[in-house]
């Protein structure tokens, strides 16, 4: 899927230097921290070629752009290059969908309910305060222990299953339906677990306030074109059906029309990428066991194009690619089969690790290292500031 960049037969010293260090992970810990300070400065290039060939995303598509340096060398330079060049895919190119939502807007408000132009209406009698919302870190996609920068407002939604007792959705069980509806919102202002909950009747309550952290992501990783994401209850809003993973029922078609103006009026506040409108079972992890979807949640079957949105299982999972956890026949056999991003995101790290000319045991371990060491150092922080 990778075209290779057109590369001519010679070394550079940098090169040179990597070839004498037997072991091929220090190797490669050598050659991104040299990449890393040459970035900063990069010596001047001849140019032999002033084309080379782009990767332009993972949906496939390849394009000839004309660059003003040289082709990137064959060896460490190449290697290094590919890792800075990798890209997290605008999903909503698979499909004839906007990449923005038109204006929405606040048109009424008051102390029990607000309502949006584009006709979402939101009952504000469960919110409550937690934690403000901290400023979070953005990590560079692969090879730097530190942020590249912090974010302040939400970049993405995250929606969820809150697996409480269900009811059959019928007439004649109304009373028990509100009755369900009613302790799953108690339990749920009890935990600050969601910022807004969606009822089987559509209507959308706000729990947590905006401008605080809701606990809803856990441990959690996603990444965009600007970097990585990390433990997301700050980066994130979080979003929950009342339902059950298990149910045969899901969603009822009123919830799928709130959530659609809901997602509309978060992703026209916060100018939110499609991309970013993800799942939980898609960012969960578990750092016990390295494997990802912890929770599973939404595994499969999320109505993405009825919310206006494309298709994100088929967006690479970073937790793989970037940090080399894995998944189990259990969580396939969960999910009913493969997403279209969990085979990208194997067969990037799998590359990755053929460029190095390393093991795909070793690399993913070289991978695995960096996440451990940034999530210690988050550990750490979090504590410090407690």
Same mark, same amino acid.
């Given at each position: 899927?990778?075209?290779?960049?057109?590369?001519?037969?010679?070394?550079?010293?940098?090169?040179?230097?990597?070839?004498?260090?037997?072991?091929?992970?220090?190797?490669?810990?050598? +050659?991104?921290?040299?990449?890393? !300070?040459?970035?900063?400065?990069? @010596? @001047?290039?001849?140019?032999?070629?002033?084309?080379?060939?782009?990767?332009?995303?993972?949906?496939?598509?390849?394009?000839?752009?004309? +660059?003003?340096?040289? *082709?990137?060398?064959?060896?460490?330079?190449? /290697?290094?290059?590919?890792?800075?060049?990798?890209?997290? *895919?605008? $999903?909503?190119?698979?499909?004839?969908?906007?990449?923005?939502?038109?204006?929405?807007?606040?048109?009424?408000? =008051?102390? =029990?309910?607000?309502?949006?132009?584009?006709?979402?209406?939101?009952?504000?009698?469960?919110?409550?305060?937690?934690?403000?919302?901290?400023?979070?870190?953005?990590?560079?996609?692969?090879?730097?222990?530190?942020?590249?920068?912090?974010?302040?407002?939400?970049?993405? !939604?995250? &929606?969820?299953?809150?697996? =409480?007792?269900?009811?059959?959705?019928?007439?004649? %069980?109304?009373?028990?339906?509100?009755?369900?509806?009613?302790?799953?919102?108690? /339990? !749920?202002?009890?935990?600050?677990? &969601?910022?807004?909950?969606?009822?089987?009747?559509?209507?959308?309550?706000?729990?947590? $306030?905006?401008?605080?952290?809701?606990?809803?992501?856990?441990?959690?990783?996603?990444?965009?074109?600007?970097?990585?994401?990390?433990?997301?209850?700050?980066?994130?809003?979080?979003?929950?059906?009342?339902?059950?993973?298990?149910?045969?029922?899901?969603?009822?078609? %009123?919830?799928?029309?709130?959530?659609? /103006?809901? /997602?509309?009026?978060?992703?026209?506040?916060?100018?939110?990428?499609?991309?970013?409108?993800?799942?939980?079972?898609?960012?969960?992890?578990?750092?016990?066991?390295?494997?990802?979807?912890?929770?599973?949640?939404?595994?499969?079957?999320?109505?993405?194009?009825?919310?206006?949105?494309?298709?994100?299982?088929?967006?690479?999972? *970073? =937790?793989? &690619?970037?940090?080399?956890?894995?998944?189990?026949?259990?969580?396939?056999?969960?999910?009913?089969?493969?997403?279209?991003?969990?085979?990208? $995101?194997?067969?990037?790290?799998?590359?990755? $690790?053929?460029?190095?000319?390393?093991?795909?045991?070793? &690399?993913?371990?070289?991978?695995?290292?960096?996440?451990?060491? !940034?999530?210690?150092?988050?550990?750490?922080?979090?504590?410090?500031?407690?």
């Amino acid at each position: 899927m990778l075209g290779r960049i057109r590369t001519f037969g010679f070394k550079t010293r940098l090169d040179r230097r990597a070839e004498r260090i037997s072991d091929p992970v220090e190797r490669l810990r050598f +050659l991104r921290r040299e990449m890393a !300070i040459s970035s900063v400065q990069p @010596p @001047p290039v001849r140019t032999r070629n002033s084309r080379a060939l782009q990767y332009a995303g993972w949906l496939g598509i390849f394009v000839i752009l004309p +660059l003003a340096t040289a *082709p990137t060398p064959k060896g460490a330079a190449e /290697t290094m290059a590919r890792e800075r060049g990798l890209l997290v *895919p605008r $999903a909503d190119a698979a499909v004839n969908l906007p990449s923005t939502v038109s204006r929405v807007w606040l048109v009424e408000h =008051s102390e =029990s309910t607000e309502v949006y132009s584009n006709g979402l209406r939101v009952d504000l009698t469960f919110t409550v305060s937690n934690r403000p919302r901290s400023s979070f870190p953005v990590y560079a996609l692969t090879g730097a222990y530190t942020p590249v920068k912090t974010g302040q407002a939400p970049v993405g !939604i995250l &929606y969820h299953m809150n697996e =409480s007792n269900l009811a059959p959705f019928e007439e004649e %069980a109304t009373r028990k339906l509100k009755r369900f509806g009613r302790y799953a919102l108690e /339990t !749920i202002r009890q935990e600050r677990a &969601y910022h807004y909950v969606i009822d089987r009747f559509g209507r959308v309550f706000s729990v947590v $306030a905006e401008s605080d952290a809701a606990n809803h992501a856990g441990n959690s990783i996603w990444a965009d074109s600007e970097g990585i994401y990390i433990n997301l209850n700050d980066s994130f809003i979080g979003v929950s059906f009342e339902g059950q993973t298990a149910s045969s029922e899901e969603v009822t078609p %009123a919830q799928i029309l709130s959530a659609r /103006t809901l /997602t509309e009026m978060l992703r026209s506040r916060y100018g939110i990428v499609p991309e970013n409108c993800v799942t939980h079972a898609q960012v969960s992890v578990n750092p016990l066991n390295m494997h990802i979807a912890n929770h599973t949640d939404w595994a499969s079957n999320f109505p993405f194009l009825s919310l206006g949105l494309p298709d994100n299982y088929a967006i690479p999972l *970073p =937790s793989l &690619y970037a940090f080399g956890f894995e998944f189990d026949d259990v969580f396939l056999r969960v999910m009913g089969g493969r997403w279209k991003g969990l085979n990208l $995101a194997v067969e990037q790290m799998e590359r990755q $690790a053929a460029v190095e000319h390393v093991p795909v045991a070793q &690399y993913r371990a070289m991978l695995r290292h960096r996440y451990k060491d !940034i999530a210690a150092a988050l550990k750490n922080e979090s504590e410090g500031g407690s």
